[in-house]
């Protein structure tokens, strides 16, 4: 049977007053198409449903063009409408609005619990990681406890001028949670995984991040 993965978007359209937002287009794109190509059923969803605010759009990108126009995209529902044991993965996509929207939602802890705790694969790659932020397993005990974590970085949030207006620092949070971060140079690819928790530091790091969720599935 194939492989079912579910690609989390955020709802959130406005930075901090300063410009729009939403998902960063290549976090959710990039890992679509490596997904299709193994082969694995991706269903798509955001906070709200509908179609999700974006961000960075490339469109010299044919992977970003296709994506956007794919019926998993047009089709998105819901997290709220969805349960996590149908899943053997969720993957939290980036982009800015996560940080206001992803923290709180008790639908995006939830199925990332519900995921991790039918035995499958909680993944997050640049913002995305702010699902994690308050993301507490059946016991209480933060997902990220003593789990090496990557993650959009200090570094990277102050060279992309934002650093004063994101509700908080992303990194900092995690290692407020117990997890250790490890960042790589800004804008370089960085992947870790740690048993079923598999994060990624920023954009260059979504399809890496994607293949790495393919080898634990597979």
């Not at 998993?72 to 997290?79: H, I, N, Q, V």
């Not at 699902?131 to 789990?147: F, H, I, K, W, Y």
């Amino acid at each position: 049977m194939s492989k079912r993965i579910l690609i989390a978007l955020t709802s959130h359209d406005d930075l901090g007053g300063v410009r729009s937002t939403g998902y960063y287009v290549s976090e959710a794109a990039h890992p679509w198409h490596v997904f299709r190509e193994a082969g694995f059923e991706v269903v798509v969803a955001s906070v709200k449903g509908g179609q999700p605010p974006q961000d960075g759009f490339d469109a010299s990108d044919d992977t970003q063009t296709a994506f956007l126009d794919s019926a998993e995209l047009r089709e998105a529902g819901r997290l709220a409408d969805l349960e996590g044991r149908s899943f053997d993965a969720v993957l939290y996509a980036g982009g800015h609005g996560t940080m206001w929207d992803f923290p709180d939602d008790p639908d995006v802890a939830r199925l990332g619990r519900e995921v991790y705790e039918s035995g499958g694969v909680v993944a997050a790659v640049c913002h995305g990681p702010s699902a994690l932020v308050n993301l507490t397993l059946s016991d209480g005990v933060p997902l990220v406890a003593g789990r090496r974590v990557a993650a959009f970085t200090n570094a990277e949030e102050k060279a992309a001028g934002v650093a004063e207006i994101v509700p908080f620092l992303l990194a900092d949070a995690l290692v407020g949670k117990g997890a250790t971060h490890e960042p790589a140079a800004d804008w370089q690819p960085q992947v870790v995984v740690d048993g079923r928790l598999a994060t990624g530091q920023n954009p260059a790091s979504a399809a890496p991040l994607a293949e790495r969720i393919v080898e634990l599935l597979k």
